[in-house]
């Protein structure tokens, strides 16, 4: 099973940009299907984005659409998320997940498809 640490989360005001990393360790990600995900206070967690194996396939959540990217470098076994125009509700503790399972478009939100998480990195975006 691989092991996750995400790392680059912190404090930012409107408009900031960030960029989460979460390297992976025990396993090779090549053979991974990688996702984000999020979890404000008082909410359930939810997704955020997703990326296949080879990086050409992505999704995302509408509320981060055009404003995330995820990308994935294999030989450093790293997934990345670039958070640019943040806003105050993208205020969470953001999980970088994996799973061995090639997911089709329809699973690829479902927590429940993943079986590998990080400890979370905490993301504050001041108004």
């Known amino acids: 099973q691989v092991q996750l640490v995400e790392s680059g989360g912190g404090l930012v005001q409107t408009g900031d940009s960030l960029r989460l990393s979460c390297a992976a360790s025990g396993r090779t990600i090549y053979s991974y299907d990688m996702g984000w995900f999020r979890q404000a206070p008082g909410k359930e967690r939810e997704f955020v984005a997703y990326?296949?194996?080879?990086?050409?396939?992505?999704s995302y959540a509408d509320s981060v659409k055009g404003r995330f990217t995820i990308s994935r470098d294999n030989a450093k076994n790293t997934v990345y998320l670039q958070m640019d125009s943040l806003n105050p509700e993208d205020t969470a503790v953001y999980y970088c997940a994996s799973t061995p399972t090639i997911l089709q478009s329809p699973f690829r939100p479902d927590m429940g498809r993943y079986n590998s998480w990080g400890q979370g990195t905490q993301v504050t975006v001041s108004s």
């Open positions: 990326i296949g194996r080879s990086g050409a396939t992505t």
